[in-house]
């Protein structure tokens, strides 16, 4: 079975690759995803607070002179001794470089355009075989108009590649008014790659301590129709590559975003949850599947079901939502 598949240029052995989780934040971890079985691992986010404090901290060096050794090391602020995120997501990078062989994605987390972003190319000397850039950025304040949001995103992913030459993907949202003229925007502006779609941290309140909430849950496999949705009608009309991300828990679950058109298909949850040889139960189960199917390769399956080229988008929407609306009042009316 030839599960081969390109992302971003690059050539992997199959479509399943690691997301950014606590499990590629360690070199146990990233080994165990790569024996595992997965095409690719992206290793969890380098932050943009990170890279700010970093930064504050040798400025706070720098200014505090060093007319004598031992007169420096007092000036030294309490944080510079322990060895601080960026330096550590550094020599991670590098070292999980080293130990696999399949392609390892730095990924960087941040909201504005700052200096930060410069950061990128420490990444890449470091041997990152791409960039993902995860764009979480929430716009609280009412007044921000939509607009600003989207270019804020362009303006982000324009300042890395401008100083880097590995390929950058960005991890998107789904809370665009319209989410698919981004996705365009991005792909004209350079992206290599686009991540559908970045799950948010979304707090709870509790009723009995009348308190708010926090928390990561894990997914569930319905959250992966609307990534699903967006990929079918994004495959073809973009030139980046489409990386599915959210709610993959079964193989047929991984089938279903490459008939959408996915590139590659990557997982979280479903190895926080059983562990990262689990890809391995992923990919026997895709092969196994694929094996049913009469596909000889991933290559022969990719997009069969997405948005066909040439269809008006929105009536072919709108059309399934009426046909879905209708069946749905059928099986559950009259109330
Ligand atoms: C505990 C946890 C930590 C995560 N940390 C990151 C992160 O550092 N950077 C990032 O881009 N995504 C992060 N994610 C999001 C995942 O990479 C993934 O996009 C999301 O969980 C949806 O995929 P899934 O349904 O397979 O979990 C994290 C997810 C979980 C559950």
Known sequence: MDLSTRYLGLELRNPLVASASPLSNTLDGIRRLADGGVGAVVLYSLF?????REAAENAALADAGSESFA???????????AEPGP??????LERAVAAVDIPVIASLNGVTTGGW???ASALEAAGAAAIELNIYYLPGDP???GREVEDRHVEILTTVKAVVNVPVAVKLSPYFSSTGEVALRLDR????????????????IDPETLTVTGGFGLSSPAEARLPRAWIALLAGRVRASLAATTGVEEPADVAKYLLAGADVVMTASALLRHGPAYAGVLLEGLSAWMARKGFGAVAGLRGLLAVPAGTDEAAYERAGYVTALQAANRGHGPW
């Open 87 to 92: 330096r550590r997501y550094l020599n991670l």
């Open 143 to 145: 007044l921000l108009r």
């Open 48 to 52: 943009e607070e990170q890279l700010r």
């Open 71 to 81: 007169e420096a090391l007092s000036y030294l602020p309490p944080a510079a001794g």
């Open 189 to 204: 502006a350079g992206a290599d790659g686009l991540v559908l779609f970045n799950r948010f941290l979304q707090p709870d």
């Open 117 to 119: 972003t410069d950061y």
